[in-house]
């Protein structure tokens, strides 16, 4: 059975602090792995889709890795604007509609 | 461009009640889901469809059904509301995934957040 694990549930940053945000994932051929961003009261946004161990994407603050097993979203001098629950969620082999499967989420907070 | 537009946005209902949540998408997508969102667990989808006139059941859709006689629009109904169903639900369309510019996001509404007393 597919499945998505992220960690830590909460993280609380100063302005400024780096980290990184992890999504382990167990799936019998992966097809793609993908980070959203959720605001709260808010449907999840799209950043990234990965497809291979080794591919990296950046986008302002954010840059998402993958490996065979794991993806990070690491944030670099983050913003309290960056504030919000981070999803990852793979897509595996199977039928289109059915084989999305989303993580909990990370919840980050970052002060000012 | 409005993307995906859910509405209503809050509801209470009383256990055993029906009601109708319904999803409207402006971007020609073919594909449409229905997610729930409980806190501490991951998006779980209900029901999908893959085009006008078809659904198709997913993780989680004892208690609910669906209908989409219209490509633009994908209805969620609870025929008997229950307190676990207590939620927020989110659509979702996407292109095929057979388009080259398709790349597996998933474009969500904004949520409707459903309270069962």
């Known amino acids: 059975e597919d499945q998505v694990t992220q960690s830590p549930e909460a993280l609380r940053l100063q302005e400024g602090e780096s980290s990184s945000l992890n999504c382990s994932y167990t799936?019998?051929?992966?097809?793609?792995l993908f980070w959203y961003r959720q605001d709260p009261g808010k449907g999840p946004e799209f950043l990234f889709t990965l497809y291979s161990a080794g591919e990296e994407k950046e986008k302002e603050r954010l840059k998402a890795t993958l490996t065979k097993k794991e993806s990070f979203l690491h944030i670099t001098a983050p913003k309290p604007e960056d504030s919000a629950t981070y999803l990852c969620a793979v897509q595996g082999p199977h039928n289109y509609g059915q084989n999305f499967v989303f993580g909990p989420g990370t919840r980050l907070s970052v002060l000012p | 461009n409005a993307g995906v537009t859910q509405t209503p946005k809050f509801r209470v209902l009383k256990t055993g009640q029906s009601m109708t949540l319904l999803c409207a998408q402006d971007m020609n997508h073919e594909y449409m889901y229905w997610y729930r969102q409980d806190p501490g667990m991951g998006l779980r989808l209900i029901h999908y469809s893959v085009g006008e006139g078809t659904t198709a059941k997913g993780e989680v859709p004892d208690g609910y059904n669906v209908s989409r006689l219209k490509k633009q629009n994908f209805l969620l109904g609870l025929e008997s509301a229950a307190p676990s169903q207590t939620s927020v639900y989110f659509c979702?369309?996407?292109?095929?995934?057979?388009?080259?510019?398709?790349?597996?996001?998933?474009?969500f509404g904004e949520g409707s957040r459903l309270t069962v007393l």
């Open positions: 979702a369309s996407s292109p095929s995934p057979g388009l080259a510019a398709n790349t597996g996001e998933l474009f």
């Open positions: 799936v019998s051929g992966l097809r793609g």
